[in-house]
Nanobody, 128 residues
């Protein structure tokens, strides 16, 4: 297992969850990492991305509510999700690259999705 997500669950609308993605030294990328979500029957959607210097990018629907962050020392990626709505329900996946793959910052923050490694997903369910 290369990436392990945790922190998903069921929460009422307006609530918060914090997702974590634990990587190893082989699967953690300082250059570009991302969070995605998918609902059955729909295409996978990129939720957030974070580049080497900590610059971030979000899909419009989560701006102001979600915060992506990383801890290079512990090889961990986070997604803090606040003020959740039913539209946020889905399976959330983290994605990373080999650290030898230097994805440019502009590319990372422009919707890059060709990652080498994907987690198994953690389910987020938001109840009304």
């Amino acid at each position: 297992v290369q990436l392990v997500e945790s922190g998903g669950g069921s929460v009422e609308a307006g609530g918060s969850l914090r997702l974590s993605c634990s990587a190893s030294s082989d699967t953690y990328s300082r250059y570009c990492m991302g969070w995605f979500r998918q609902v059955p029957g729909q295409e996978r959607e990129r939720v957030a991305g974070i580049s080497r210097d900590g610059s971030v990018e979000y899909v419009d629907s989560v701006k102001g509510r979600f915060t992506v962050s990383k801890d290079d020392a512990s090889y961990t990626l986070y997604l803090q999700m606040n003020n959740l709505t039913q539209e946020d329900t889905g399976m959330y996946y983290c994605a990373t690259n080999k650290d030898t793959r230097a994805v440019p910052k502009w590319m990372c923050l422009a919707g890059f999705d060709r990652f080498d490694f994907w987690g198994q997903g953690t389910q987020v369910t938001v109840d009304s």
